[in-house]
């Protein structure tokens, strides 16, 4: 059985950068497209990057661009988001993703396994 477990979360400044991390234990991440989601308060959970498997095709979010990165090791099972420039509307929970697809994609239902999520709060 996969499980992710995500962690790295905080509270922080805007214009701040934050690395969350995404550990994978159960399954071989190597052929599944990985993805990253944020739930803002009272919103729908929202695809904001995602993976291929060869670690070079990425979709952002326009919401991101420019600020964030996705990143993954396979030798270690783990995926990674690197956040910059960070603003309040950031703010929400982030939720690692094992894809479904063989394409990376930012629909929800493109994917199979989720963690538990981390807070990540923007504020002055």
């Known amino acids: 059985q996969v499980r992710l477990q995500e962690s790295g979360g905080g509270l922080l400044q805007p214009g701040g950068s934050l690395r969350l991390s995404c550990t994978v234990s159960?399954?071989?991440?190597?052929?599944?497209?990985m993805g990253w989601f944020r739930q803002a308060p009272g919103k729908e959970r929202d695809g904001i990057l995602c993976i291929s498997t060869n670690n070079i095709n990425r979709e952002y979010a326009d919401s991101v661009k420019g600020r964030f990165t996705i990143s993954r090791d396979n030798a270690k099972n783990m995926v990674y988001l690197q956040m910059n420039s960070l603003q309040p509307e950031d703010t929400g929970v982030y939720y690692c993703?094992?894809?479904?697809?063989?394409?990376?994609?930012?629909?929800?239902?493109?994917?199979?396994?989720w963690g538990q999520g981390t807070q990540v709060t923007v504020s002055s």
């Open positions: 159960g399954r071989d991440i190597s052929s599944a497209v």
């Open positions: 993703a094992k894809g479904l697809l063989g394409t990376c994609q930012l629909r929800p239902n493109a994917y199979n396994a």
